[in-house]
């Protein structure tokens, strides 16, 4: 993993855009415990309805106001040309420089994907409208994405994405350390040589992880599930357990030279800031 190491290391988090006035008090709370932290960016997740569309608008212009670096996310199925161009002229007249370019689903009830299919050809289309305006983020899958036919072509998805002129990438989030190492030395052999920042998902609740887990293809390894379930509803010991997984995973990540972390915060600063404070970082 020699060409990740010569990138400094980068810290972020990730939110999503709450829904209602408790949330978004929580969520001022939560982001006022992670801005301590100085990390390089907060990112915003995107829904792909009008209505959660304009809570992400609102949740990065808020950001924006406390003073703090933020990235949007940009699904592009099921959007048109017309429909993003605004989006990003909006961010752009807004100051941000950042946005994590993603395919995103498929609205349900919605039949055709739109103007866009693939994030290859989002970032194709930023690039030819908004030139070197944005840093662009993309999302790598160090265990293959969900959808992919084989192995090979999701590879090739990525490797597209980085072509088209993505700047970095973010994987969704893992266990298993040597997936990701492999998806780096692939990367490298392949002459791809920008950030892939490891995404990181703090164990909060059993249900909730296999969930996740099971919608986005990644594995939670048998031993940490059956350790997980043995504890039934006693979340004390799922957070203790699930803390000392994460900050391990954390710090041999970090030693073997990943140029950062990227943590999937839930919209909550507790876990994270426990392995935050247990790395020393």
């Not at 950001?63 to 959007?79: F, K, M, N, Q, R």
């Not at 990367?187 to 990181?200: D, F, K, S, T």
């Not at 887990?213 to 990644?218: R, Y």
């Not at 350790?227 to 041999?252: M, P």
Request: aromatic letters at 12%; charged letters at 20%.
């Amino acid at each position: 993993m020699r060409s990740q190491k010569a990138f400094s290391p980068t810290f972020s988090f990730e939110l999503f855009p709450p829904q209602t006035p408790e949330g978004v008090e929580k969520l001022r709370a939560t982001r006022k415990q992670l801005a301590q932290f100085n990390p390089k960016f907060f990112s915003v997740t995107f829904g792909a309805g009008g209505s959660t569309r304009d809570r992400t608008f609102e949740t990065v212009s808020e950001i924006l106001a406390e003073g703090h670096p933020v990235a949007p996310h940009l699904s592009c199925i099921g959007s048109t040309r017309e429909n993003i161009f605004s989006i990003l002229k909006k961010y752009q007249e807004s100051g941000i420089r950042h946005i994590v370019a993603l395919r995103g689903d498929l609205p349900s009830g919605m039949a055709q994907p739109g103007e866009f299919r693939y994030a290859n050809e989002l970032v194709t289309f930023v690039r030819k409208e908004f030139g070197d305006t944005f840093h662009m983020e993309v999302a790598a899958y160090p265990e293959y994405h969900p959808q992919a036919r084989s192995a090979q072509e999701d590879f090739k998805n990525f490797k597209n994405k980085i072509e088209a002129g993505a700047d970095s990438a973010i994987t969704q989030f893992f266990y298993n350390a040597d997936a990701y190492f492999h998806f780096v030395d692939m990367c490298e052999a392949a002459n791809l040589n920008v950030p892939i920042v490891p995404g990181i998902m703090p164990i909060n609740k059993f249900s909730q992880l296999v969930r996740f887990a099971d919608t986005c293809g990644a594995e939670v390894p048998r031993w940490i599930r059956k350790k997980l379930e043995s504890y039934g509803d006693d979340i004390a010991s799922i957070h203790a357990f699930g803390l000392d997984v994460v900050t391990e995973l954390c710090e041999r990540l970090l030693k073997a030279g990943a140029p950062g972390l990227h943590f999937y915060t839930l919209n909550s600063a507790v876990l994270t800031t426990k392995i935050w404070q247990r790395l020393g970082l």
